[in-house]
């Protein structure tokens, strides 16, 4: 499914959750292979040990001239795509990210944007990557209305487990969490189908979903299911996780409702941040504990969160340990940081709970 070499950009931003999308890329992708990121307040260092302390092999770099490269130096290879790995607030074009994009439309490369400004619609840069021969992909412009669903209850006929991975705040790691337990779930023997909801899962390679908040509200429901019930038809697994959008109680970003209404999951996994005690982004609106949130979770959906996944940001490796001694003390509920610790409390719950 590999859709080429591409660089990222993420300049001024990978030490912040609005590299979210550039953090995903390093991490995993099945659309392209990632050659380079372009930060320059952490070049010269591997964007996998800054991300998680363990080193990918792809470089972080000041600028484009050092990304091609660094890809391939002047005879070997070059990246076909120059993807942006920033998710500020509101989507929005800054200069800076429009003279990146034009330096690499001007270098033949295609770009694929998650931002809500479009530069497909930039008449000078579009302009430009048909000169080139290049493309732009924006990701979160909305399908057609032709083209959306509608919530029919077909999802009443998919038989897979569904596992919807929710969180307590925005960019939290949902997405992180719910590919590594599809891939943990697919290991472990289950048959296993990622539901994308967002640009990155998208860019990550899912081959099901939708990006929920490019949609018009009346379609988002439908949108959902018909992305489920689409994978189910076409492949059947035992297990589908459905990746969550924003918190069900974030002032900014509420989200969450709509997956536990339309989804219908018959569990849910709950990301948290211990060390984090405001909402990101927001100072002055604290976080709801812990407690509170599942229930919220449980009383809406009828479902029940079944395990509390860690985000350790903050946190040294025994602070971790102790944060996910604490909540399962608190909530009684397995806990485990899927990035320092992996997944197999969460799957060993499911399997115990769905899938005998």
Known sequence: MIDGDAVVYCAGAFLTTFGKTAHGLVRFTERYRVRAVIDPDCAGRDAGAVLDGRATGIPIVADLAAALQAAGGTNGPQPCYFVIGIAPDGGAVTPAMRAAVREALEAGLSVDSGLHEFFSDDIELAGLARQRGATIRDVRKTPPR?????????????????????????????RTTAWILAHALQHAGFATQMIGTGQTAWMQGARYGTILDSLINDFVAGEIEHAVVTAWENEHPRVLVLEGQGSLMNPAYPGGFELLAAGRPHAVILQHAPARLEYDGFPGYPIQPLPVQIQAIELISGRPVVAVTVNHEGLDAAETDAACHAITEQTGLPACDPIRHGVDAVVETLQERYLR
């Open 146 to 174: 032709s083209e959306l669903h509608s919530f029919t209850g077909g999802i009443e006929t998919v038989e897979a487990v569904r596992v919807a991975v929710l969180g307590t705040d925005s960019a939290i790691g949902k």
